[in-house]
């Protein structure tokens, strides 16, 4: 039978655990969100980002910005919360609009406040083991897969995607794990075949169900990552992953539903960041989550 993980119920427990841990540390964490422009997808996650790090106690502070917001103007309020006190992580909502420049507004936030882990700093330090603020979606795969893996050392990972922020840092927290790691992309020859190698699938794509049922073996736990809306015959639509989940389910061993997976996850990982970022920035030691 098909195991269900359940991100919904995870990142619950995540969320309420990091609100413990923020009751007992005597300082009150501040996470900054930067959004720019009205993209309605985009405002509701900073609306959902805000509502979770309101209710784990820390301090909440969004910067709503015009679309036409000059990238000078922009890179200014990153100084400007560079040098708050008052602010633990900085997170700035992707995408932007094409007259900005995002990997440079990425790379001029502080590191030490870098809560997504994009910056190239802290992407050196994934890749070369050291401690580090890590991106927080394949964070949270990897504690769904803990979940349901004893153990993740030799097993066989196939990524279906190679984004910097699924992808590639998804790749060095398995391969940190000793899992044998490949990263599979757009020009991939015969993915089909790829994927039913996989004891761990990740599916990091964008592509609705592009993943098929019969290209996954039934000892394999699968991590879907997608989140695609389709429209539907009523005329309403529906959000679906990367992966066929009907034809999954009931195959595999293991697999995370869209919604109420990764998503969620990413959300309470993004919390537990702004938590160690704010232990680290002030030598406290940082609660176990
Ligand atoms: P990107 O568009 O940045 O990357 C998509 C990757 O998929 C690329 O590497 C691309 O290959 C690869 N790809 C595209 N088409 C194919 C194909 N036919 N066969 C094999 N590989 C293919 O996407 P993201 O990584 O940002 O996001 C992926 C999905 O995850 C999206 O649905 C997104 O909404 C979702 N997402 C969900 C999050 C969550 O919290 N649940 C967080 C972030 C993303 P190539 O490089 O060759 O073009």
């Not at 633990?88 to 995408?95: C, E, F, K, S, T």
């Not at 590191?111 to 190239?120: L, M, Q, R, Y």
């Not at 992407?123 to 401690?131: F, N, Q």
Request: charged fraction near 20%.
């Amino acid at each position: 039978m098909t195991r269900l993980i359940d991100g919904k119920a995870m990142a619950a427990n995540l969320r309420a655990s990091a609100a413990r841990a923020v009751s007992g540390l005597g300082f009150k964490p501040g996470l900054a969100v930067v959004l720019v422009g009205e993209d309605p997808a985009s405002a509701v996650y900073v609306r959902n980002k805000g509502k979770a790090t309101i209710e784990a106690g820390l301090n909440s502070f969004e910067h709503k910005l015009p679309e036409d917001v000059s990238e000078t103007k922009l890179l200014s309020l990153i100084e400007l919360l560079n040098n708050d006190n008052t602010v633990d992580g900085i997170l700035v909502q992707l995408p932007l609009p094409a007259h900005i420049n995002a990997e440079r507004v990425l790379n001029a936030i502080n590191p030490d406040k870098d809560v997504d882990g994009f910056h190239p700093t802290n992407v050196g330090r994934l890749w070369t083991g050291a401690p580090t603020l890590a991106p927080c979606t394949p964070t949270g795969c990897m504690r769904m897969i803990r979940s349901v893996v004893q153990k993740i050392a030799g097993k066989e990972a196939i990524i279906v995607g190679r984004s910097n922020i699924v992808g590639k840092p998804m790749a060095a927290m398995l391969l940190a794990e000793s899992a044998t790691v490949s990263i599979t992309h757009s020009q991939t020859i015969d993915l089909r075949e790829r994927c039913r190698t996989a004891d761990i699938l990740i599916a990091a794509v964008g592509r609705p169900e592009m993943i098929r049922g019969d290209w996954i073996k039934p000892s394999a736990v699968v991590i879907d990552v997608g989140i695609n809306r389709v429209s539907k015959e009523d005329g309403k639509s529906r959000l679906v992953g990367d992966v066929a989940f009907e034809e999954a389910v009931g195959r595999v061993q293991a697999i995370t539903p869209v919604p109420g997976g990764v998503g969620p996850m990413t959300i309470a990982c993004l919390i537990e960041n702004a938590v160690r970022a704010a232990c680290i920035r002030r030598a406290h030691p940082i609660p176990e989550m």
